[in-house]
């Protein structure tokens, strides 16, 4: 199973209209090689970059068809977007601490033998279907924000 965006590429700078201080789209996702079994897939973007115990989650989004091919630019709401960790639901983008260094953006993709109930959030998911992920791929982006004037 892989994982890629026209967006960026793993390693790569994600763009600014991307973060929560730009235009906070949602990007594209493109999905394949889903292995046999999976019944539901589910996104999930964390930083542990973030100066939290914790990292800090920018989006879950669950209820995502096995066949499903691509989550489009801001497409969301044809899923069911999760909790992130801004108090928000669905897609919060990059919004490091201004001269924090680069932040890493990991964007998780689980292949599920099983549906997820409801709209967990991270930690909730991580433990209670953990044994239900038959495949995991995932990207990595890096947003950094240098702060005003820069």
């Known amino acids: 199973m892989k994982l890629t965006s026209p ?3 793993t390693g790569t700078s994600i763009p600014q209209r991307y973060a929560k201080l730009g235009a906070n789209d949602q990007p594209e996702l493109i999905i394949t090689g889903v292995p046999e079994g999976t019944v539901e897939l589910a996104v999930i973007c964390h930083d542990p970059d973030a100066p939290r115990p914790a990292g800090f989650t920018h989006w879950t989004l669950y209820g995502i068809p096995a066949d ?6 801001n497409g969301e709401d044809a899923f069911r977007p999760g909790p992130n960790d801004y108090g928000d639901i669905g897609w919060g983008g990059p919004q490091p601490p201004e ?8 964007f998780w993709l689980y292949a599920l033998d099983t549906a997820v109930d409801g709209t967990p959030d991270r930690d909730s998911f991580l433990r209670k279907y ?14 950094e924000n240098p702060g005003p004037g820069t």
């Open 130 to 143: 953990a044994a239900n992920v038959i495949a995991q791929s995932r990207i990595v982006g890096i947003y």
């Open 99 to 106: 001269a924090h260094g680069p932040h890493h953006y990991y």
């Open 68 to 73: 499903t091919q691509q989550i489009p630019m």
């Open 7 to 9: 967006a960026f590429a």
